[in-house]
């Protein structure tokens, strides 16, 4: 009996010890603790079928009378992700209560690093909301229904277009079709493409059009255009030049880095220059000339200004000519017309002025032009044309300038691109960047970057090629008519100046065709006044003839004729050319760069 008494008591003693308090506490404290380490939430309730080492898939339908919703991101976390993070909660917790001062630090700092995180993707969020509510919904609704898709699609599924469009250079806009698109035509493609540039503002010439609509998933993509370099240096061109032909002078880079030449063997012999003040005329001949000159080719420079391509003049195969009178004389082979606006009408008033009764009323020169620009080809010479304006009268007449078949346009107006490429529409945008072109060719615009020439570039190129031997005298002062055909019978046709190296002639072979010459020292050149004594008191003979003497050092200053210990002789119409061609003006000491 007493037995059963204690058996009683300890049954009794044992319910009271787990149902006290305090073992309740313990035993809810080591569950907790036990939840704590391995992972699982600490309420008890799984929402998720996440376990310490995978994350949750699915939703187990378990849901706590605090918490009704659907479960959060929190939940579908593994256990050891969750067990991490609980670790660093209460590891800052008791470092706060070892280093208080050091923590509070710590967790101001903290706290504006997440302040800071928290508004920039505020900020992400509402430009992406701004992106799809300004951009995507416009082109999902007014596109969806042209394309096929059903009204139930939504903008995302079909529609991308990143935030950064207008400005990210390799941005991708995809247009996500339906299976079932047909194209009606040729440019249903380049049409709808317009219509999405239009609503979203972006420039369509500045896009490039990829499209794949007959596969199982077609699609259409919007990319940025390769962008034609701002500034391109001539040195940097110098291999690309040397493997072109040496009928196809390079002009500069477009689109993609590509080079651009023409050749004027094949393509075009002429090219016509239509471009305002600043457009970069000289530094196009410059780079022209440098590079023919490179290959051999004999090179003349109607200069009426007297201004331009100054870094050439002691070239031995370049010719100036600066005076009307020599320019209605001169025999081509490579010819630089610079402003021939210019030039055409001082021609025409020159030949009304010194023509005879039995001549015809239009300038043999102005003929001469049209030969050229007609026939050029067959005879291995071409025309440089450089206009301000380039008009039909400019040019000599419409039938002149129809024949230049490359023309290179900057900063034109509406009038000058109807009047030199009709062909062409819409106009190419006008570009303010100097030495940005349009290079008009077989009813083609190319936009492009025309190489920069450098001082230093010009002296290294136009001299580091092969010379044709034929003289200089025979280009300048070689009379046309009767003495250019005594040089075509003397020349066979082999023999004629090509692009490379020219046979070899004698000063004597040339001056066999001209007439008898006349020779004069520099004191006679001054008696003569081809160095005139100026009549305002202060000049005298002795000045005069000091600077001739000096004018005499100039590259362009004729050879003497005759070298003797006496003194030596110069012929009397080459020094007179000269002093009819000379430069004037200090004003080309300026550097010219665009013009």
């Known amino acids: 009996m007493r037995r059963r008494h204690v058996q009683v008591a300890r049954q009794r003693g044992v319910i009271s010890l787990l149902l006290h308090p305090l073992f309740l506490l313990a035993w809810w404290l080591l569950r907790l603790v036990a939840r704590f380490v391995s992972g699982r939430p600490l309420n008890g309730i799984h929402r998720t079928d996440a376990n310490f080492f995978s994350a949750g898939t699915e939703d187990t339908g378990d849901k706590p009378w605090f918490a009704p919703g659907a479960p959060t991101q929190w939940s579908y976390l593994p256990g050891y992700k969750r067990l991490a993070s609980r670790l660093l909660v209460v590891g800052s917790f008791v470092a706060y209560l070892r280093w208080p001062r050091q923590l509070q630090v710590i967790g101001v700092v903290t706290a504006g690093v997440v302040l800071g995180v928290a508004v920039w993707r505020a900020y992400v969020a509402f430009t992406l909301y701004r992106h799809r509510r300004d951009v995507v919904i416009p082109v999902h609704v007014a596109f969806c229904g042209l394309v096929g898709h059903p009204s139930s699609i939504q903008a995302e599924d079909w529609v991308e277009i990143p935030v950064d469009y207008l400005t990210n250079l390799d941005m991708r806009i ?173 021609l025409s008033r020159y030949w009304k002025k010194h023509k005879e009764k039995s001549d015809p009323d239009r300038s043999p020169a102005v003929d001469a032009l049209e030969d050229v620009a007609s026939m050029g080809r067959t005879v291995l010479e071409n025309l440089l044309a450089i206009f301000q304006f380039g008009s039909s009268n400019a040019a000599g007449g419409s039938a002149i300038r129809e024949n230049y078949g490359n023309r290179v346009l900057a900063r034109y107006s509406n009038r000058a691109w109807q009047m030199l490429a009709p062909e062409i529409s819409p106009m190419p945008k006008k570009s303010d960047i100097p030495g940005r072109v349009q290079v008009v060719r077989a009813s083609r615009a190319i936009e492009t970057q025309v190489a920069l020439w450098s001082k230093e570039d010009i002296r290294t190129y136009a001299w580091s090629g092969d010379f044709s031997q034929l003289p200089k005298l025979a280009l300048g002062f070689l009379p046309v008519g009767e003495g250019l055909e005594k040089l075509s019978a003397l020349l066979s046709e082999d023999e004629l100046p090509t692009a490379g190296p020219a046979p070899v002639h004698t000063v004597e072979q040339v001056r066999e065709l001209e007439p008898a010459e006349e020779l004069i020292t520099l004191r006679q050149a001054v008696e003569l006044g081809i160095e005139a004594v100026q009549p305002d008191g202060n000049d005298t003979f002795e000045k005069a003839l000091m600077r001739i003497r000096k004018a005499s050092q100039d590259p362009e200053f004729p050879e003497p004729a005759v070298r003797s210990g006496a003194g030596n002789k110069w012929n009397r119409e080459a020094v007179d050319f000269y002093y009819r061609n000379r430069i004037r003006s200090r004003v080309l000491e300026a550097e010219e760069v665009f013009d």
């Open 174 to 346: 995809s247009l996500h079709l339906p299976e079932d698109f047909q194209v009606q035509n040729a440019k249903h493609i380049q049409e709808i493409a317009m219509a999405v540039c239009r609503k979203i503002d972006l420039d369509f010439d500045e896009v490039q059009v990829l499209a794949h609509p007959q596969t199982s998933a077609p699609w259409l993509e919007l990319r940025h255009a390769p962008k034609v370099p701002r500034l391109v240096l001539a040195s940097d061109l110098f291999d690309a030049m040397e493997k072109q032909p040496a009928s196809a002078p390079v002009i500069g880079l477009t689109a993609g880095d590509q080079v651009v030449a023409t050749d004027l063997d094949d393509e075009a012999p002429h090219t016509l220059l239509s471009m305002s003040t600043g457009g970069g005329k000289s530094n196009y001949a410059y780079g022209q000339a440098c590079q023919l000159l490179h290959n051999g080719a004999l090179v003349i420079i109607l200069d009426y200004k007297r201004t331009s391509l100054k870094y050439l003049r002691d070239h031995p195969n370049v010719v100036y000519v600066r005076d009307i009178k020599d320019i209605h004389n001169t025999t081509r082979i490579f010819t630089v017309c610079e402003e021939q606006n210019v030039t055409v009408r001082k």
